[in-house]
């Protein structure tokens, strides 16, 4: 299967300090990219779509301005968390698509780790 | 829209015993449906995907699941467990394939015993 790398995999920071979480598809060009976030034995919630050169789109209850995506180019999105406070700890997922990919399926990242001290 | 449940939270499992996890889905379009793995701190991986060809569909390290849409279900099975099976594993629904969202199911934390 195809590879997305997610970085860094863990990061701690100060409440109040941004943070950001690249997503880069290795080895096809990914035209979305989806980003989810999970609680502590928690499911995945689908936080954003993007796709590339386009705006994110939020799902409901997600704040736009604190957590910024960028999908500048097809092998690469980040999620910017603004402002971070200490709620917004949690494990955040990125996956990859490609429509043209034979398999059609989307490769999930690593994950990242965040805490907010 | 779409939704899916996962019977049980928890399930635990003697080594080399069958494992049964179960997946109802709800969905107003033909789905896509999906199991993943995951262990700790770690990402998804895919473990097998159906896309409306074979209802039964065969994935990775001996898991196979049937998809009965009579019974809206997708549940995932193994002959025969091993302790490395233990991990969380999602079932998701789309509309579509990889292009589309998937929605997720809480999880089922897979235990086996020695």
């Known amino acids: 299967g195809a590879v997305v790398s997610q970085h860094p995999s863990w990061v701690i920071c100060k409440s109040g300090t941004s943070v950001k979480i690249e997503c880069r598809s290795l080895d096809f060009q990914a035209t979305t990219m989806f980003w989810y976030r999970q609680f502590p034995k928690q499911s995945l919630m689908l936080m954003a779509t993007?796709?590339?050169?386009?705006?994110?789109?939020?799902e409901q209850g997600v704040e736009k301005d604190k957590f910024l995506i960028n999908h500048a180019s097809l092998t690469l999105s980040t999620l910017t968390v603004t402002s971070a406070h200490p709620e917004d700890s949690s494990f955040y997922i990125c996956?990859?698509?490609?429509?043209?990919?034979?398999?059609?399926?989307?490769?999930f990242g690593q994950g990242t780790r965040l805490t907010v001290v | 829209a779409q939704s899916v449940t996962q019977l049980g939270s928890h399930v635990s499992v003697s080594e080399g015993a069958l494992v049964l996890l179960r997946c109802n889905y709800s969905s107003s379009v033909p789905p896509y449906l999906f199991w993943y793995v995951q262990y700790p701190n770690q990402g998804l991986q895919l473990l097998l995907k159906?896309?409306?060809?074979?209802?039964l569909v065969k994935g990775i390290n001996g898991f196979e699941a049937e998809f009965k849409k009579s019974e809206t279900s997708f549940h995932l099975t193994k002959p025969s467990a091993h302790m490395s099976d233990a991990a969380e594993y999602f079932c998701?629904?789309?509309?579509?394939?990889?292009?589309?969202?998937?929605?997720f199911g809480k999880g089922t934390k897979l235990t086996v015993n020695p």
């Open positions: 996956s990859a698509s490609s429509v043209d990919r034979v398999s059609n399926e989307a490769f």
């Open positions: 998701a629904v789309s509309h579509g394939g990889g292009s589309e969202k998937l929605v």
């Open positions: 159906y896309t409306s060809a074979a209802t």
């Open positions: 993007s796709n590339e050169g386009s705006k994110a789109t939020y």
